[in-house]
């Protein structure tokens, strides 16, 4: 479990009551909140379609909200573009499928942003991703093309795409869930080991052993909404909501 540093600079994730609604009267977040502190580490759980990926999609404008506020690092996201450009340079994600330019190497995905949107020189964007590279546990593939690897290589891959961005916020959609179950492992190893560096993180999976170890809190969600906040302790030995004890009862 990481080291939650001292709290009082404030939160690093501020999301409060944040709404969104389609056109057909569906709504996909009611009023959802939460805060999230640096070097902390989030997990958010629920059924499907109880609004998970949404509510961490508006963190960094890839799905715009209708209502409440969110504050990352101190900015309020606004529709202005050049705020939300500078969200989405402090805050990493990485999704449910790799999205990995086929045409790339390796090496080439991962330095590829660096040198487009940080203005690093080729030199050193890939001396950074051969270091991240090697730390995924992966830098023999470095020269490969992501069609090579295998999925849960590949995630990998994309984790290091993330980190070359040197974000101060990682979020992850459902990293493992497109994985084949021996894949699982590496990809989860790999994400534990940035919590233990201070990593904030806020991860929406269904990897229960994870959650249990490696998050300081819990969140359950249903229906858009925010039911639950705890301690991995209360939340799978002492739930108190009513929805979390039966979504908790199907999955264990």
């Known amino acids: 479990m990481s080291q939650i540093q001292d709290q009082t600079e404030g939160p690093i994730i501020i999301a409060e009551e944040v709404e969104k609604w389609y056109d057909n009267g569906f709504y996909a977040l009611r ?14 759980m629920g059924p499907s379609g109880s609004g998970k990926s949404t509510f961490i999609r508006t963190f960094n404008a890839l799905e715009p909200y209708q209502k409440g506020r969110i504050i990352i690092d101190g ?6 573009l050049r705020n ?6 402090e805050v990493g994600m990485v999704f449910q499928q790799f999205n990995l330019f086929p045409h790339l ?3 080439n995905n991962v330095s590829l942003a660096p040198i487009w949107v940080r203005r690093w020189p080729k030199q050193k964007a890939e001396t950074v991703a051969m270091q ?4 995924v546990g992966i830098l023999e593939q470095a020269h490969k093309y992501p069609g090579q690897l295998s999925g849960g290589q590949q995630q990998r891959v994309a984790i290091a795409r993330a980190l070359a ?25 790999t994400m534990r080991s940035l919590a233990q560096e201070g990593m904030t993180m806020v991860c929406v999976t269904h990897e ?23 301690t991995p302790d209360e939340f799978f030995n002492h739930p108190k909501e009513e929805r979390t004890q039966k979504f908790l009862s199907q999955i264990l």
Do not use: N
């Open 31 to 44: 009023k959802a909140s939460l805060t999230v502190h640096k070097q902390e580490v989030v997990v958010i």
């Open 75 to 80: 900015i309020k996201l606004s529709h202005d």
């Open 84 to 89: 939300i450009e500078t969200i989405r340079r």
């Open 105 to 107: 190497t390796v090496l």
């Open 132 to 135: 991240l590279l090697e730390k």
């Open 165 to 189: 961005m040197q974000p101060k916020i990682m979020l992850f959609d459902e990293p493992t869930s497109a994985l084949d179950p021996e894949m699982v492992r590496e990809v989860l190893d």
């Open 208 to 230: 229960v052993g994870f959650a249990r170890e490696v998050s300081d809190r819990v969140v359950f969600m249903d229906e858009g909404t925010v039911v639950e906040i705890a």
